[in-house]
């Protein structure tokens, strides 16, 4: 496909194509995953809110950064990767007709990406080639046990 044919697809795409309500329950799934994740992989048990606050400390202290801010890019991580996830669940037959990553994803354009989430291409080149290839193991679906 080219990338006209692709644009048409985003095209298709309703403007308004999730509900806040979509947007807050897989930004709080996201964010909860990567919190459990990062704690294990610090060999951290979350059991209360004081080794949720460690693992919060833990996490500034290795970025250097002060822990409302480590929380604050989280919560962004979660909200880029739960949008690009929600588009994948919402609109599975506009992200097969995409080539994949080696994880399965679908690998957006740009001008695609950048349309589908309201921001310019410029920001998702860099999504592209930063959190969403950092985080892409969030983007798949969960797996209903």
């Known amino acids: 496909m080219e990338e006209s044919d692709y644009m048409k697809l985003a095209e298709s795409v309703p403007a308004t194509w999730y509900t806040s309500q979509e947007s807050v329950e897989i930004t709080k799934s996201i964010f909860y995953d990567i919190m459990m994740g990062t704690a294990m992989r610090a060999g951290l048990v979350i059991s209360s809110s004081d080794d949720m ?16 801010e480590a929380v604050m890019n989280i919560q962004n991580v979660a909200m880029t990767v739960g949008a690009v996830r929600l588009f994948n669940e919402k609109y599975p037959e506009i992200a097969k007709k995409f080539p994949i990553d080696k994880l399965g994803n679908p690998e957006y354009p740009p001008k695609f990406l950048a349309k589908i989430l309201e921001i310019t291409k410029e920001i998702a080149e860099d999504l592209l080639g930063g959190v969403l290839k950092e985080y892409a193991t969030y983007l798949q679906p969960v797996k209903n046990q």
């Open 53 to 68: 606050q460690q693992l919060l400390e833990t996490i500034a202290k290795e970025r250097d950064i002060p822990v409302e």
